[in-house]
């Protein structure tokens, strides 16, 4: 009987202790996943990708360097 009841209070810890850790390792919220994801995609964010993608306003010359062999 006694072993029994000692499985019982082991088993009872393990379930709170695995409940307890689920709880912390939640998920994020999903709207505010959804609202960084269309941050992400925002004009603002983008600009610095989009700015180094950009020739220089003074470079449209149309000489690439290229020597045309």
């Known amino acids: 009987m006694?072993?029994?009841i000692v499985?019982?209070?082991v088993?009872?810890?393990l379930v709170v202790v695995v409940a307890v850790l689920a709880r912390r390792h939640q998920r994020p919220d999903d709207i505010a996943s959804f609202r960084r994801q269309i941050?992400?995609?925002s004009p603002?964010?983008?600009r610095q990708t989009t700015d180094r993608m950009?020739?220089?306003a003074g470079s449209t010359s149309g000489d690439d360097?290229?020597?045309?062999?």
Request: net charge negative.
């Open 2 to 4: 006694t072993p029994l």
């Open 7 to 9: 499985a019982v209070v």
């Open 11 to 13: 088993a009872v810890v």
């Open 39 to 41: 941050d992400a995609l």
């Open 44 to 46: 603002e964010s983008r």
């Open 54 to 56: 950009n020739p220089p």
């Open 65 to 69: 360097g290229d020597d045309g062999t």
